[in-house]
């Protein structure tokens, strides 16, 4: 057994450059996933702490070294971040297993690295970038400045919150940008950090600011009301996004949103098998399934179904789920109670609509210390109604559907009958089809026999309710900066 307890850690808020307490003292638990012990008494940002936080971001905007200063400055300021979280990398993906639940080697190989990269990614690029000049002949000088847009709201969801709040930060930060976080109430640990590492770094007071709370009524419906802030990068649930859009509404601000989805993982009769199995339980069970990009639908041409199903199984079977902190564990738990509920109700919403459960579906067996996880097997059902709700709804959680098909367009009809489309992945040795499928699914991303792969150049974002707008590189560059024309007279 690796050690799973640990002191219970107190979180405050970091606002103008100091850490402090709730202005009214309140605070509440945070959980171990685990075991259910209690790790963390996190500060509650009341309206007032959100509103010093906003004119602290507000002020260092306006007032501050940070929108004027070269931009090669700042971005050395963003890579001597990077590199802090490089150095702080072992501490930074203990704290990440402790309060999501996930495998120690993922956070420490994957997750920090890539939140280091974040920055500094964003840093080379937005140092390169330039404006437009449109030639208008002897009399006019016509050009473009990219300015940034003044205060950011960024809100990150529990499930990767150190990576997803760095993929924010990179480019509010590098285009000049100043930030108020907020990181999922479930998760706070890693997060609450960025403060220290930015002042470290020698970013500016009052540049990066992190509150802590819940969404309605709270700090998060607090920030995205707040008349200082002007943009809000989200990422999170879908019905989310529409009370963010709806309380952002009345002070007309900008926001990108990267919101769920529920991909369809296409595997084709030409399909290499050795390849699409063991990546597929990857895409299934990475993070206990609590990954937006997740393959949650697996649509298995009709031909090879009998055999990918044997397959699939034994390699779920095959996932040793037990404590995170055990460099050994493939899965842990889900991240909270309340999610648990959620999950698990799903397994009696799969009965109610006749799918053949195939493996997992109940507890897992593990030493006593984890009784009280929320964990549950890796779970494979079969549902031939691709209507179904466990084909329909994500369920973010270890729960996965195969659901047989027979022709190309059928898959494409099924892949595109849910309300979402942030990605989607194909599995094929035809040329011609993994184009033309790539072409009709509706999904912002696709993976042809591969997934996951990223290139921080590219865009990021959803098609129908997975999102609205686009992040990475030049998009990144859009929403976190406001494009000006000049026009000069020369005569
Ligand atoms: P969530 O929407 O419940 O919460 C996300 C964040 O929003 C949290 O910080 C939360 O406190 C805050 N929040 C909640 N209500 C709010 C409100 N009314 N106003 C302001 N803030 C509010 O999401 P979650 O359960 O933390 O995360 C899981 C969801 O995130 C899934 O739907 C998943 O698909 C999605 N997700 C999407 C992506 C993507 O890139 N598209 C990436 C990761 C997760």
């Not at 989200?234 to 601000?253: H, P, Q, V, Y």
Request: proline residues 5%.
């Amino acid at each position: 057994m690796t050690n799973t307890k640990v002191k219970v850690r107190e979180v405050k808020l970091y606002i103008d450059g100091e850490y402090v307490e709730s202005s009214n003292g309140s605070t509440f638990e945070v959980k171990n996933p685990a075991t259910q012990e209690v790790i963390a008494q996190v500060h509650e940002a009341t309206k007032e702490d959100v509103d010093r936080a906003c004119r602290a971001a507000r002020r260092a905007f306006e007032e501050g070294p940070w929108r004027t200063m070269s931009p090669a400055e700042r971005s050395s300021k963003i890579r001597r971040m990077a590199e802090i979280i490089i150095e702080r990398k072992e501490e930074l993906a203990r704290l990440e297993a402790l309060d999501v639940g996930k495998p120690y080697p993922v956070a420490l190989e994957k997750e920090i690295p890539r939140a280091a990269h974040n920055l500094k990614f964003f840093a080379d690029f937005m140092e390169q970038q330039g404006g437009e000049v449109y030639p208008m002949g002897e009399e006019y000088l016509n050009y473009t400045r990219y300015e940034p847009v003044g205060v950011a709201a960024l809100i990150t969801p529990w499930n990767l919150p150190f990576m997803l709040t760095t993929w924010k930060l990179g480019p509010c930060l590098a285009t000049g940008n100043t930030a108020v976080i907020k990181p999922a109430e479930v998760t706070p640990l890693t997060v609450s950090l960025l403060g220290e590492i930015a002042k470290e770094a020698g970013i500016p007071d009052g540049v990066v600011n992190v509150v802590q709370g819940f969404g309605p009524n709270s700090a998060g419906e607090f920030m995205t009301t707040h008349p200082e802030v002007d943009l809000i990068s989200f990422t999170g649930e879908t019905s989310t996004g529409k009370a963010i859009m709806k309380n952002g509404a009345d002070s007309l601000k900008k926001v990108s949103f990267e919101l769920g989805g529920k991909a369809a993982n296409i595997i084709f009769e030409d399909a290499n098998l050795d390849k699409a199995v063991p990546t597929s339980i990857q895409a299934a069970f990475m993070n206990s399934g609590q990954v937006c990009l997740a393959g949650s639908r697996i649509l298995v041409q009709r031909s090879i179904f009998s055999e990918f199903v044997e397959r699939f199984k034994k390699a779920a079977s095959e996932l040793k789920v037990g404590d995170p902190q055990d460099t050994q564990t493939n899965m842990g738990p889900v991240v909270s109670e309340e999610h648990y509920q959620k999950v698990t109700s799903y397994l009696g919403i799969a009965e109610e609509e006749d799918s053949e459960l195939v493996y997992g579906g109940k507890r897992p067996d593990l030493p006593e210390y984890l009784n009280k996880g929320y964990y549950l097997e890796p779970t494979i059902f079969i549902q031939e109604n691709p209507q179904a709700r466990i084909c329909q709804e994500e369920i973010f959680g270890p729960v996965v559907t195969l659901i047989p098909f027979d022709m190309e367009e059928e898959a494409l009809e099924i892949a595109n009958s849910t309300e979402y489309g942030l990605n989607g992945v194909i599995w094929t040795d035809n040329l011609q089809r993994a184009h033309r499928v790539s072409h009709d699914v509706r999904a912002g991303t696709i993976w042809v026999n591969c997934w996951f792969v990223r290139d921080l150049r590219a865009p990021f974002g959803g098609f129908k309710k997975s999102g609205i707008g686009r992040e990475g590189g030049h998009h990144s560059l859009e929403f976190f900066s406001e494009a000006k024309n000049i026009c000069i007279a020369l005569k």
